[in-house]
């Protein structure tokens, strides 16, 4: 998730981009890297290391990076995801602020390049549109995409979305949005870099840890784990209401994406602002808006009809119990079966088949017979009769058991004389 650039467009050609097909103009590598934001994740993952070797242990700074880290989860997960990209809610300016300046620090670009792409890989969810379609590989969804430059392209040629399919107006018309799209990239320094360095530097000492933990690892920690909401919740997890696209629910994905990770009821909901539909599911998101909203500051919130859920669910469940029912022989369906009269049943059992009528369908029981608990001679007498009433309880009630087996032994069913003949 997330844009580092100003520039919102298309992936590259077929030479550096497998999204797209030779109909587009070849260009060299090192024309299509986006540099600014390959020259970002590789520095600060640099410097990250480097502050291993270099800076003296500060457990205070330490954990002002893990504050760092988890507010600009928040900020991106509650502020750009749910209440800009979805409308999930509405929210009271001051809230606004805080959640745009907490997102800002996250170095995931601005509002409109942020939620401009996530519009469009819901619109576009696993096709060559989606710009991080997983289906071109779990690198690609985490991060490779952002490595290429996206040339604008039609509608109608093969390549990723272009900047006039999706639609931001509703965002553009905000002026705190627009404020920040303009003067993005001081906000992010000033917020993401320059606030845990100071912060560090004049409350202990640490002006180094600052930088490398407060600033560079936080920020290589935050952007990896918001990239896993692309990547692993796109991989690995289940599919609870539905199977026709990647997403997947995985409460351990859940905890490394700030409660992100029921992705597969997010895309089947995309505008509920609600991730984790349980009480006991880890979203953040979802306890923060409930929380501001008991106080007036959130409101509007979106739910997706309950019985949906439901029914998404069962749907999923149905199809799992038919798998595993087509991997056992329940014997022919009645309707597939072709017709016999009495007069024909009647028939072949005096000429020495061992067929039972039991329920308007005709058995062949001649392989089973030896096996019956009650011996060859119990069933014997039920040959060439119906003998339903026998099977359901004047005799025996059977069990679900012998219902099933007799299920295989199906060759027939009668016909009714009347309607059928």
């Known amino acids: ?31 299509q890297i986006e540099w600014i934001p390959t020259i970002w994740l590789l520095t600060s993952l640099s410097l990250t290391i480097a502050g291993l070797f270099i800076c003296e242990f500060h457990l205070k700074t330490i954990l002002l990076a893990v504050i760092f880290w988890y507010v600009g989860g928040i900020g991106i997960t509650t502020g750009y995801h749910r209440l800009w990209s979805h409308r999930s809610y509405d929210a009271a300016f001051p809230v606004k602020v805080v959640l745009l300046i907490m997102g800002t620090g996250a170095f995931e670009g601005s509002v409109f390049n942020w939620c401009l792409d996530h519009r469009a890989h819901h619109r576009y969810t696993d096709t060559p549109k989606d710009p991080y379609n997983v289906n071109q590989g779990f690198f690609w969804a985490h991060m490779g995409w952002l490595l290429w430059k996206r040339d604008d392209y039609s509608e109608d040629e093969i390549g990723p979305i272009s900047n006039h399919n999706i639609d931001i107006s509703d965002l553009k018309k905000d002026p705190l949005l627009v404020i920040q799209h303009r003067y993005y990239g001081i906000w992010a320094a000033l917020i993401g870099l320059a ?183 119990i069933l014997q007498k039920y040959i060439g009769l119906d003998s339903t009433t026998a099977f359901n309880g004047k005799v025996y009630n059977h069990s679900l058991a012998a219902r099933n087996l007799l299920a295989t032994l199906r060759v027939a069913k009668l016909a009714n004389e009347k309607k059928d003949l």
């Open 1 to 31: 998730m997330g844009e580092q650039t100003d520039s919102i467009a298309s992936a590259g050609d077929a030479s550096t981009n497998p999204q797209l097909d030779g109909s587009i103009k070849s260009k060299s590598i090192i024309s």
């Open 195 to 377: 606030l845990p360095t100071v912060i560090a530097g004049l409350g202990w000492g640490d002006w180094m840890g600052g930088f490398f933990f407060g600033a560079m690892a936080k920020s290589v920690c935050l952007q990896h784990c918001t990239f896993f909401i692309n990547s692993l919740a796109h991989t690995w997890g289940d599919a609870t209401y539905s199977d026709q696209k990647s997403p997947r629910d995985s409460y351990i994905v859940s905890l490394f994406t700030f409660g992100e990770g029921y992705h597969n009821f997010h895309h089947e909901f995309p505008y509920d602002y609600r991730n984790g539909l349980s009480w006991f599911h880890y979203d953040p998101g979802k306890w923060i808006i409930r929380f501001l909203n008991v106080f007036g500051l959130a409101w509007n919130l979106k739910r997706f009809p309950s019985d949906l859920f439901h029914k998404g669910k069962l749907t999923m469940l149905q199809k799992e119990l038919d798998k595993m029912k087509s991997q056992w022989k329940w014997g022919s369906e009645v309707g597939d079966l072709p017709l016999m009269t009495m007069q024909q049943y009647k028939s072949r059992t005096a000429e020495g088949s061992s067929l039972v009528l039991i329920e308007g369908v005709v058995h062949d029981i001649t392989k089973f017979a030896d096996s019956h608990p009650g011996g060859r001679s």
